[in-house]
Structures are given as structure tokens and as C-alpha cells.
T-cell receptor
Framework: GESVGLHLPTLSVQEGDNSIINCAYSNSASDYFIWYKQESGKGPQFIIDIRSNMDKRQGQRVTVLLNKTVKHLSLQIAATQPGDSAVYFCAEKGAGGTSYGKLTFGQGTILTVHP | KAGVTQTPRYLIKTRGQQVTLSCSPISGHRSVSWYQQTPGQGLQFLFEYFSETQRNKGNFPGRFSGRQFSNSRSEMNVSTLELGDSALYLC????????????FGSGTRLTVV
């Protein structure tokens, strides 16, 4: 049958604002989570990661929060810049041998930063 | 340190043909995973190779196959191409099968006409 395109959530912010991108993950057994940024014509680029034994991790201008109770992940970008405009994906890696080498990706969120 | 290199960057093929895509991982990385990215299905895992053996496989038909060489370079092959195989094919390499993350290449854009 005819495939239906994914309807990606969008977030539009002004330069200098803080951005929050959310993600619900599927596998309660996942033990490792990664946020990627993908710009047009490029592959996903690693932003930050977090393991399931942590609730929060900070990088340069970015913070990832993990809530295992509700299987929710968020990415906070401080002082968002036009160069942050891209599609952002969360990805999860399950625990155990069958999950090695495999990431399960969320649908993605389009972030647009207006100067 | 060179990143993950995928060749070619673009390909146009006809229905029914077959295609081979190549991926050179970061030096020292022995795990290579392949993903298909489409507007309809997003990013989906195809398979993973580690030490020249397929270790994990996604839910794709047998027309999709791959291999890994002793230098960790990997190829994926799609036989009997269908229009729905048009996608961006991404490979990702890892030193430890993902324990410390994956680095992606820029992908090969395959168009089937």
C-alpha cells in the first residue's frame, strides 16, 4: 500500500532562546541513549549521550535528562543559534547481546532557529 | 582521524538491478552497522557486522545483504531493486559495538527509477 510519511514535530525558536526537544522511547530495558543532530545532506552527528544509571548529563550548551519511570528523554540547548537548525533524533540501545550494534531511533524533531 | 567514509554519495538505478554500497569505518573500529533512512519510515536498522560476521539483523527482506572484510570495511548489497528501496543508506562504526556510541558517515543516496 501507499506509505504515509512521518509527520515530524517542529520547534521554532528565536536566536538566544533555550530549546527543549522531547523524546519518548520504547524499550524499558534500554541502557544507553544518544541524541543526534542531522543537517540536510549529512549523516547524524553525535551530540550527547547518557546511560540508564544517570538522570542528567551536561555538555557544552546541551543537557540531556532521562526519566526512566515514564520512558522520556529530553535535550535542552542553551542560547540556541541559527547553526543549531537541524533535525534532532533520540536513539536508544537495548541491553543484552541481541542489541549490540543496533540503535532504535525516534522519529525526529525539526528545530528552526530564527535570527 | 578520518571519519566514516561512504561511497558513492549518490546512485541512480533501475528497478530490478542490484547495487553495492561501501563503508570504510574509523580506523580501529571493528563494528559496522547499516541503516536505511526514508521519509516514511525514518531511520531503520538493517544489520551489524563485527569481526567479519553478521551479528545482528533488522526486519528487512533477504534482498538486503552485506559483508565485512578483514580490514573492517563493509559493503551492503541490495538485489532486485524496488522503487521503495529509494533511501539514504547510512553506515555507522563503533569500536565496541556501541558501548561508547556510534559515528555515522554521510550516507549514500540511492534513487531507484
Amino acid at each position: 500500500g501507499e506509505s504515509v510519511g512521518l509527520h515530524l514535530p517542529t520547534l521554532s525558536v528565536q536566536e538566544g532562546d533555550n530549546s527543549i526537544i522531547n523524546c519518548a522511547y520504547s524499550n524499558s530495558a534500554s541502557d544507553y541513549f544518544i541524541w543526534y543532530k542531522q543537517e540536510s545532506g549529512k549523516g547524524p552527528q553525535f551530540i550527547i549521550d547518557i546511560r540508564s544509571n544517570m538522570d542528567k548529563r551536561q555538555g557544552q550548551r546541551v543537557t540531556v535528562l532521562l526519566n526512566k519511570t515514564v520512558k522520556h528523554l529530553s535535550l535542552q540547548i542553551a542560547a540556541t543559534q541559527p547553526g543549531d537548525s537541524a533535525v534532532y533524533f533520540c536513539a536508544e540501545k537495548g541491553a543484552g547481546g541481541t542489541s549490540y550494534g543496533k540503535l532504535t531511533f525516534g522519529q525526529g524533531t525539526i528545530l528552526t532557529v530564527h535570527p | 582521524k578520518a571519519g566514516v567514509t561512504q561511497t558513492p554519495r549518490y546512485l541512480i538505478k533501475t528497478r530490478g538491478q542490484q547495487v553495492t554500497l561501501s563503508c570504510s569505518p574509523i580506523s580501529g573500529h571493528r563494528s559496522v552497522s547499516w541503516y536505511q533512512q526514508t521519509p516514511g519510515q525514518g531511520l531503520q536498522f538493517l544489520f551489524e557486522y563485527f569481526s567479519e560476521t553478521q551479528r545482528n539483523k533488522g526486519n528487512f527482506p533477504g534482498r538486503f545483504s552485506g559483508r565485512q572484510f578483514s580490514n573492517s570495511r563493509s559493503e551492503m548489497n541490495v538485489s532486485t531493486l524496488e522503487l521503495g528501496d529509494s533511501a539514504l543508506y547510512l553506515c555507522a562504526s563503533s569500536s565496541d559495538r556501541g558501548t561508547y556510541g556510534y559515528t555515522f558517515g554521510s550516507g549514500t543516496r540511492l534513487t531507484v527509477v
